[in-house]
């Protein structure tokens, strides 16, 4: 294998293996931010609020008493600018099993 070849294929390792981490820092960060930060402030208690208040404190799979909110989609670099079309009130129950 010429010398050149080689070191242009660790070169390209190398990139990859730092942009894998990279994401992963950068996941984390967004990860920590949506659930320390956003999760607590006053503008996701109100848009909480909206969401269980349209759908009359109902589980929209159950019909149970929604207790919490669930994202159907999550706006991945806009945390906290999800649509409220993207949100519906569930009970406890269906939204764990959302999750797993």
């Known amino acids: 294998m010429n010398f050149q070849v080689l070191i242009i294929l660790i070169v ?22 949506y659930r320390n930060d956003y999760l607590t402030s006053e503008a996701w208690k109100r848009k909480r609020y909206v969401v269980l208040k349209r759908d009359n404190w109902r589980c929209v799979y159950c019909g149970g008493r929604a207790t919490q909110v669930h994202h159907k989609r999550y706006a991945k670099y806009n945390i906290g600018k999800e649509p409220i079309e993207w949100l519906v009130s569930v009970c406890k129950s269906c939204h764990d099993k959302q999750h797993n």
Do not use: C, G, S
């Open 12 to 33: 390209a390792i190398a990139v990859a293996v730092f942009n894998r981490w990279l994401f992963k820092i950068k996941r984390k960060q967004r990860i920590d931010y």
